[in-house]
């Protein structure tokens, strides 16, 4: 079976959203250039020829943009690879080890809390819009939320007199509650009060308006914070250097696995150091 015929029947299908296909066709020609360099038919693909091509992918590269390609991109490599070969070979076929280079964990990216107090006392102002900001930004940051989530909220969503907030991924997610913080609730209130009035066009149950009374979305954050995703690194990042334990930064953050939690883990590792030194007798 000629590899290129194969690939090019596989990237024509209309299985493949356009977008995936697009993705998808860089790295499953290149493939295909390899295995006719190693004049390898695609019918004796198997696990020692999957492997060896991580191998070269993972080699130095001389050129234009020398070195190696990061994990991520390997990877991202492979699942194309695959999906390929599940299509032209079978399903039974294609290998399912684990070849792909383990990915290096980043530590999340968190501001300090100095830097918070900075972005939210730039956002003080007069006015509907920037009264609504305040309480955005607020929020995100007291909450732990996605950007999503921020905009996402209902009315009802808000419970003042319990002091929670309900928060909801999306469709048929699990909900989760979290705490509504005094700044958090201080400035909700008063958007609620002062602003969201002026910016109402008839019914719209969305906590948060645009400036033409409809729901807010993500793009509006982005303009107020560049990566708002950091805000939710900080909420987690701060409460755990004041204490929390990572169980409970868990459910705050709507995690599914506490193993998604841990790469918070080398903030409390200080924590824990910092709290041996000052009780141990022998630290």
């Not at 459910?251 to 590792?269: C, I, K, N, P, R």
Request: glycine letters at 6%; aromatic letters at 4%; charged letters at 30%.
């Amino acid at each position: 079976m000629q590899a290129r015929a194969a690939a090019e029947r596989f990237l024509s299908s209309p299985s493949l959203a356009e977008a995936t296909r697009r993705a998808y066709r860089v790295d499953v020609e290149e493939f295909c250039r390899w295995l006719e360099a190693r004049e390898t038919p695609l019918e004796a693909v198997d696990v020692r020829t999957l492997a060896d091509y991580v191998a070269h992918l993972g080699a130095a590269r001389p050129g234009r943009r020398p070195g190696r390609l990061a994990p991520a991109t390997v990877a991202r490599k492979l699942a194309a690879v695959r999906a390929f070969l599940r299509h032209a070979l079978g399903p039974a076929r294609v290998p399912d080890a684990p070849l792909a280079p383990r990915r290096g964990r980043r530590l999340p990216d968190a501001p300090r809390k100095e830097e918070v107090e900075g972005l939210l006392e730039r956002l003080e102002g007069e006015g509907p819009i920037a009264v609504r900001n305040r309480a955005l930004v607020e929020l995100v940051y007291s909450a732990g939320l996605r950007s999503a989530e921020a905009v996402g909220l209902d009315l009802g969503d808000v419970d003042f007199e319990r002091e929670l907030v309900h928060v909801r991924r999306g469709k048929g997610d699990k909900e989760r509650v979290v705490p509504l913080g005094e700044e958090a609730a201080h400035w909700l209130a008063r958007y609620l009060r002062e602003a969201r009035p002026a910016l109402a066009r008839g019914a719209n149950d969305a906590l948060f308006l645009s400036v033409r009374g409809r729901r807010l979305d993500t793009s509006a954050l982005r303009r107020l914070v560049p990566h708002p995703h950091r805000l939710r690194h900080a909420f987690a990042t701060h409460l755990l250097e004041g204490g929390a334990d990572l169980r409970t930064i868990q459910e705050l953050l709507g995690h599914s696995s506490l193993s998604t939690t841990q790469v918070y883990s080398h903030v409390d590792a200080r924590r824990l150091r910092r709290v041996y030194d000052r009780a141990h007798p022998r630290s």
